[in-house]
């Protein structure tokens, strides 16, 4: 027996190597890589594949610009390191107030920007298919692509799809604003980096076995918001047209000012000070210049600086690839792509709340927006007076304004083409769907296989036929759905409260929300939305 199992042993490891040895290999015209196949999911991937020169020297806080021709068979088996990381605003009060700084971990650089592709099988698909790619979250200031395991989508699709995961930078490396960054720099640098990224997918995915008439983005929290400004990107006139449809999970949208606004002017100016850049003639050389180890630290500070719950360095109107307030464009119906698929959850304001102090629905309006008057502030706790204790109040107002009710502006601009679902899990916090999307990486506390094959296939029938009523599975037990325009319908997936049964049925949006919706629309000036 024991040789036996010596010998199988043997055999797997040698069938291994040969499925190694044969991955597929994808001549990109700069680089070719060597994919590696994963006999465990049956697919297939190509990690760490540069799109782009890394954003260093010279090149720091510009647009991104074509990677360098490299010759031979570049492996592509390693995960790639995720661009340098900060965390989320941790001042009660003061959003320019310094704080104790921390240090980049070992796998974090400058040199960041790459990308991964996941496809079904061990050879290229001999059928173009959908391809989906994913922009992962994290306040526009952490996260990274390899976390999030493309297979995993791959089989939930019924091998249906290929899967793209991007980087882009992040913090102040990739969303530093201010005149002296639009004069001789770039200004959103980190949304340049993902278009740089679909573009890449335009040029290339179709050697992987991926269609580019057939893309999907998608994207949670920040992701989401990242999907959402390329929807209003270009003024809805992309050319060439980078995407088919668009999926967010939690679409983020926090204040987005002017690029010269005095916040983000104020921002610019306490980096400057922090990298003993002031004294300098020209501040954003000076930047450029700075050691990524010293620019890392006072990136940490910034952000923790910020008020409680909050991330200062995210996108900004930068007058040519976003040239407008998001809530603007939206209403114009300035978008790209044909049709959209919204989800939210119930309880999205909870993790950015400090839960054990004071809530005061007034005070609280005017920390989380600076630009508002008494008037606002008073406005925000009459809407809210209804909703519960001052913490359920402050909770609210913080997931209805940044991340629920942008999602309801987002539908409305694809009329007819739009569907819309809430995750209501208990406690249905921010963050806590990404689990049923990935369940490889992080299993999924409901371990229900009937609410697993529903919720994910939402997802993928629509990013393969813009319908999530063509089903994958015909087990699928999700009832028909409706457009979010036929009074305003919504699926809600949640469960019993014993766990014992899935519960999943259409449900017309509560019009108190809608109204609530409707005064954030109407201050969006004064949001920065």
């Not at 043997?10 to 196949?37: C, E, H, K, M, R």
């Not at 510009?62 to 340098?84: H, I, L």
């Not at 400057?272 to 004294?279: H, R």
């Not at 063509?470 to 305003?488: A, E, H, M, Q, Y």
């Amino acid at each position: 027996m024991t040789r036996l199992i010596v010998t199988l042993s043997l055999a797997a490891s040698l069938l291994n190597s040969y499925a190694q040895s044969n991955a597929p290999i994808v001549d990109l015209g700069y680089a070719t890589y060597q994919g590696s196949f994963d006999p465990t999911t049956n697919v297939t991937n190509f990690f760490g594949l540069r799109f782009a020169l890394p954003p260093t020297g010279d090149l720091r806080f510009r647009a991104p610009q074509p990677p360098a021709n490299v010759s031979g068979v570049q492996q592509a088996d390693t995960k790639p390191p995720e661009c340098f990381q900060a965390g989320v605003g941790l001042s009660p009060t003061d959003p320019f107030s310094n704080q104790t700084v921390k240090r980049q971990g070992p796998q974090q650089s400058e040199d960041c920007l790459f990308l991964d592709v996941h496809i079904p099988g061990s050879t290229i698909p001999g059928e173009s298919l959908t391809t989906i790619v994913w922009i992962h979250g994290g306040g526009y200031v952490s996260g990274n692509a390899s976390v999030f395991p493309g297979s995993d989508l791959i089989i939930e699709s019924d091998r249906q799809v290929v899967v793209v995961t991007i980087q882009y930078r992040l913090g102040l490396f990739g969303f530093l604003a201010g005149q002296a960054v639009k004069d001789n720099g770039a200004l959103n640098a980190g949304l340049l980096d993902q278009d740089f990224a679909l573009r890449w997918v335009q040029a290339h995915i179709s050697k992987f076995g991926g269609d580019p008439t057939r893309v999907t983005i998608w994207g949670e929290s920040a992701g989401a918001g990242s999907v959402l400004q390329h929807v209003v990107a270009n003024n809805g006139q992309t050319d060439p047209p980078l995407f088919r449809a668009a999926m967010t999970s939690s679409t983020f949208l926090p204040s987005q000012y002017q690029f010269n606004d005095p916040i983000p002017e104020a921002l610019y100016s306490q980096i400057v000070a922090q990298t003993n850049c002031s004294s300098s003639p020209d501040s954003l050389a000076c930047l450029r210049a700075v050691d990524v180890n010293t620019l890392e630290s006072v990136n940490v500070a910034i952000v923790e600086a910020g008020f409680v719950g909050t991330f200062v360095n995210v996108p900004v109107v930068d007058g040519t690839f976003i040239t407008q307030r998001v809530t603007e464009a939206l209403k114009q119906g300035k978008v790209n792509g044909q049709a959209i698929f919204a989800m939210t959850n119930t309880n999205e304001g909870t993790d950015f709340v400090n839960q054990t102090a004071p809530a005061n629905a007034t005070v609280y309006a005017g920390q989380l927006f600076p630009n508002f008057r008494l008037e606002q502030d008073e406005e925000v706790a009459r809407l809210y007076a209804d909703v519960g204790t001052p913490l359920d109040q402050v909770n609210r107002i913080q997931g209805e304004s940044i991340f629920i009710c942008p999602s309801y502006f987002l539908l409305s601009a694809f009329p007819g083409k739009s569907f819309k679902g809430e995750f209501a899990l208990p406690p249905a916090h921010h963050g806590q769907d990404v689990s049923y999307y990935f369940p490889s990486a992080s299993p999924p506390s409901f371990q229900n296989p009937d609410f697993l094959k529903a919720f994910s296939q939402s997802f993928l029938a629509f990013a393969i036929s813009l319908n999530p009523n063509n089903k994958l599975d015909p087990g699928n037990i999700t009832p028909p759905w409706n457009t979010f325009s036929v009074n305003n319908t919504e699926m809600l997936f949640n469960r019993t409260e014993d766990s014992s049964a899935v519960v999943i049925h259409t449900f017309s949006t509560d019009q108190d929300l809608l109204d609530r919706c409707s005064f954030w629309e109407s201050v969006a000036e004064l949001t920065g939305q």
